[in-house]
């Protein structure tokens, strides 16, 4: 058989379609969406080769709708677990000698499928498990997740691809190879493309996967993985669980053939894996990797010559898409005092417009958050502003649960720099905001960089370049994606490497090499193509 080193398809970011009306996309997701709408599905387990359902159904419900069930997924407990990774081991010889093309052909081709007919599917599953709008499911469960599989094919050919220098006579080269054991994938809610990102790139290098998803996404991941089996993804290879954390974690943390973990979800439960892991760090084969991306308290710095409509739009818009529960939602903003009333009046304005209720609904800006645990916990944060004198509401500030976990977009006027909302997490559609004097900025350049633990995503706003390189050097450790006049969220695979460090995650950005890296070992072979026949060197000769 002939082989060479094959040169795979240039990948492009995935176009984002409009969905305006009339559009043919726009009608054929309405009618992908009132079509599952109307089903009750049964999620099995994917362990092996084999679909596995229990006696114990789940329901699957819309967050903007929760009386209204999409279906049941089957919970597994500590033997399904076991079961994963035994499937996952099996498979591991077939898979990771599988000639890496081979791989690649097979993510390729599930990114053609989603790019085509899986596509209106995928998106209408994320609107209606995930409560996202039509443009926020396109641009994740769609275009990133094509983006992914495609630029992971690229990243793994320039992996492989790297090779030594050989010196006259000898034959140096590297084998990637992939991880010894199995690789925990624990995904998210909020972003189907990170559920299919995080098992696909491990499994894309040569390593076999257990799989557990948010139970609040599982009514995408099940399709996600209906969609690689399509696209010929052997059984066993990437095995999907249902399973409680704890449960789950027992099992796999307490495996001598655990390898690594990735990871997308909350600072609090990837510090406590780490924990767990560090003390199990004897039971395993090999130190394992430990890869994630956890939580954010993302922020906006304005400078006094901001413009003040940008500033106000990157506010919306970074707070308050999907509800603000993204990593990387802009969470806190300083804004200069020269500013504030201009900032307040567009923003306000801006809100007031906003539409809030279901996303078939294609005219609302605003949805659900994901469950009941999520509201109350945000609704929290709302009242004790309510009820605190160093904190004042501007916009919002009301919200229901009756039929859907509806919040809506509230920002918080904060005349304590380190009030709560302005240092924690909150996960939800409220940004807290604090006006500095004007030319006090290199102080709130310092304070932005201590009030909070995390470092994933913040912004600088301003038309001076002085200043903007100021804070960018200043920052350099606040943020690991920094934007410069513009929203803190957004990333696209290819074009901004994702993730941050601190409390928010080991930084291996998700959407370049770095990450693909994280699994694989490599191995150094040299080749002596004439090997020395005498042990002398030529130093031992003696002086004439």
């Known amino acids: 058989m002939a082989t060479g080193f094959f040169r795979v398809p240039t990948p492009v970011n995935e176009p984002v379609k409009s969905y305006a009306p009339g559009s043919p996309e726009r009608e054929e997701l309405q009618r992908t969406y009132k079509e599952l709408k109307s089903k009750e599905l049964d999620v099995p387990m994917y362990i092996g080769g084999d679909r596995v359902f229990t006696d114990n159904k789940r329901p699957m419900v819309q967050p903007h709708d929760h009386q209204h069930i999409l279906g049941h997924f089957s919970e597994g407990d500590a033997t399904h677990v076991e079961q994963a990774i035994n499937a996952a081991l099996a498979a591991h010889e077939m898979w990771s000698n599988m ?214 739009t990157a506010i919306t818009r970074g707070a308050f898409e999907y509800q603000g529960q993204k990593c990387s939602a802009a969470s806190r903003a300083y804004v200069p005092s020269n500013l504030w009333d201009e900032v307040r009046d567009y923003v306000v304005e801006d809100l007031k417009s906003f539409k809030m209720g279901p996303p078939e609904d294609f005219s609302n800006f605003i949805n659900a958050v994901i469950d009941e645990k999520s509201f109350d916990k945000i609704a929290k944060y709302i009242d004790d502003a309510k009820e605190s004198n160093e904190v004042e509401i501007i916009a919002g500030g009301n919200y229901d649960k009756s039929k859907g976990y509806f919040i809506e977009p509230t920002v918080l006027l904060s005349h304590n720099p380190t009030y709560i909302t302005m240092c924690e997490e909150i996960f939800g559609p409220v940004i807290s905001i604090y006006v500095y004097d004007e030319d006090n900025f290199e102080d709130t350049v310092e304070l932005v960089n201590a009030t909070s633990p995390y470092a994933l995503t913040g912004a600088i706003f301003s038309k001076d370049r002085y200043t903007i390189e100021y804070a960018t050097k200043k920052l350099s450790d606040s943020a690991g994606n920094f934007y410069i006049n513009d929203k803190p969220t957004g990333a696209v695979v290819g074009q901004q490497p994702f993730g941050g460090s601190r409390a928010s995650g080991t930084n291996d950005k998700a959407g370049s090499m770095l990450n693909l890296l994280r699994w694989v070992s490599a191995r150094s072979i040299k080749e002596t193509l004439n090997p020395p026949t005498d042990y002398r060197y030529p130093f031992l000769g003696e002086d004439k």
């Not at 600072?267 to 991306?293: D, L, M, S």
């Open 99 to 312: 000639a890496w093309e081979h791989r690649a052909s097979i993510f390729l081709k599930a990114a053609e499928l989603l790019a085509g007919p899986w596509r209106a599917r995928l998106n209408a599953a994320t609107m209606l498990g995930q409560s996202k709008n039509a443009y926020q499911a396109e641009i994740d469960s769609a275009c990133e997740l094509i983006d992914f599989l495609r630029f992971n094919v690229q990243y793994a050919t320039d992996i492989y691809r790297m090779q030594p220098e050989s010196s006259p006579g000898v034959w140096n080269r590297m084998e990637h190879r992939p991880l010894e054991g199995f690789v925990f994938a624990l995904t998210p809610f909020n972003f189907t493309a990170i559920a299919g990102n995080l098992p696909t790139a491990v499994a894309m290098m040569g390593n076999v996967v257990v799989w557990k998803p948010a139970y609040t996404q599982i009514y995408a991941a099940h399709m996600i993985m209906e969609l690689l089996q399509e696209a010929g993804l052997p059984e066993g290879v990437i095995n999907l669980v249902y399973v409680d954390g704890p449960t789950t974690g027992d099992v796999v943390f307490n495996h001598a053939d655990f390898a690594g973990i990735h990871f997308t979800g909350s600072t609090g439960v990837f510090q406590n894996i780490w924990k767990t892991i560090g003390n199990n760090i004897h039971k395993y084969k090999a130190y394992p990797r430990i890869v994630g991306e956890t939580g954010g308290k993302d922020f906006i710095l304005a400078h006094k010559t901001t413009d003040a409509k940008q500033l106000a």
